[in-house]
């Protein structure tokens, strides 16, 4: 079983920038699909971004294409969300999560907040 810990978030003014990161322990990070998922106030968990185990195909939620990138260091066991002109609507909890295949991610970590001000 894997174990997930996110870190990186915090207050950022609309525009700037945040990049999250994830370590994952207990498993085989190579074998394991990879995921970016949010919870704003009031609102229901939404998928962000996913990137399958071989790194090379990602996929986005249509509102963060061109603004955030998912990326995987298998060296370090990390999964990395960098956050570019990042917009208030953007505010919530994110968490990273793993399982065998990215529409199967069953693995869940503790989340990061992100707080963007306008």
């Not at 700037?16 to 074998?31: D, E, K, M, P, Q």
């Not at 249509?62 to 603004?67: E, F, M, Q």
């Not at 994110?94 to 503790?110: D, I």
């Amino acid at each position: 079983q894997v174990h997930l810990v996110e870190s990186g978030g915090g207050l950022v003014q609309a525009g700037g920038s945040l990049r999250l990161s994830c370590v994952a322990s207990g498993g085989t990070f190579s074998n394991y699909a990879l995921g970016w998922f949010r919870q704003a106030p009031g609102k229901e968990r939404e998928f962000v971004a996913a990137i399958r185990r071989s790194s090379a195909i990602t996929y986005y939620a249509d509102s963060v294409k061109g603004r955030l990138t998912i990326s995987r260091d298998s060296a370090k066991n990390t999964v990395y969300l960098q956050m570019n002109s990042l917009k208030p609507e953007d505010t919530a909890v994110y968490y990273c999560a793993a399982g065998a295949a990215t529409n199967n991610l069953n693995y869940w970590g503790p989340g990061t907040q992100v707080t963007v001000s306008s």
